[in-house]
């Protein structure tokens, strides 16, 4: 679904990216791991259009994308659950959510069923506003956002920083779900351990802004991704 190859980014004069290569199956969790500071959510930024990478080549579901704005990427099939939730506060709950029909044709334009049944508490709260939920239905409400669009390839970034241990199971269920459904990818990043190992199929670990880790679950280590993880 996502190949990447000698992916490049530059803030300015600084070199942020460099010569990254990923790939990201359908049906398959990847999960890209690595202390703060080190070009994951930069590699996220560009997989979604946020920021255009300098060099090398993004093919998504076998067609090279370029340098595309977010939204053009976001109607080709990438759904991106930013860092830090990005919910609009004064909108309702339900309202965010209807902002995932911008990809879709008018046809598509209702809100999914199971869209309440992964996430029940926004069914029950869709008509407050989304500044009034807490963090952890913040996260809930961000991640239905994106999967309102029918993603091929969803990105989430952080989902369970700041999130309370039982939203984070919820999350775990949720994407452990959409993995089992066989029609998506899904790139995980991802600082709390135990639960990205526990959900990935393939690791890929980053030190400043390069790929040094690559490899399956079954082909890596546990302590050898964990490794990767100290400074």
Known sequence: MLDLKNITLHYGQSKILNGVDLAADTGKITCLMGTNG??????????????????????????????????????????????????????????????????????????????????????????????????????????????????KLLLLDEPTEGIQPNIIQQIGRVISFLKDQGDMAILLVEQYFEFAYGLADHFYSMRRGEIILDGTKRDVKKSDVLATLSV
């Open 38 to 151: 080190v070009g994951k959510t930069s590699l996220l930024k560009v997989i979604s259009g946020t920021h255009n990478h300098s060099g090398g080549t993004f093919t998504l579901d076998g067609v090279e994308q370029g340098v595309q704005p977010a939204h053009v990427l976001a109607k080709r099939g990438i759904g991106y659950v930013p860092q830090g939730r990005d919910i609009f506060p004064l909108m309702s709950v339900r309202e965010n959510m209807e902002i995932g029909f911008a990809c879709l044709d008018k046809s598509e334009h209702k809100l999914p069923e199971e869209m309440f049944e992964l996430f029940p508490v926004l069914k029950e709260m869709q008509h407050r506003r989304g500044g009034d939920l807490s963090g952890g239905q913040q996260q809930q409400l961000a991640i239905a956002r994106a999967l309102i669009t029918k993603p």
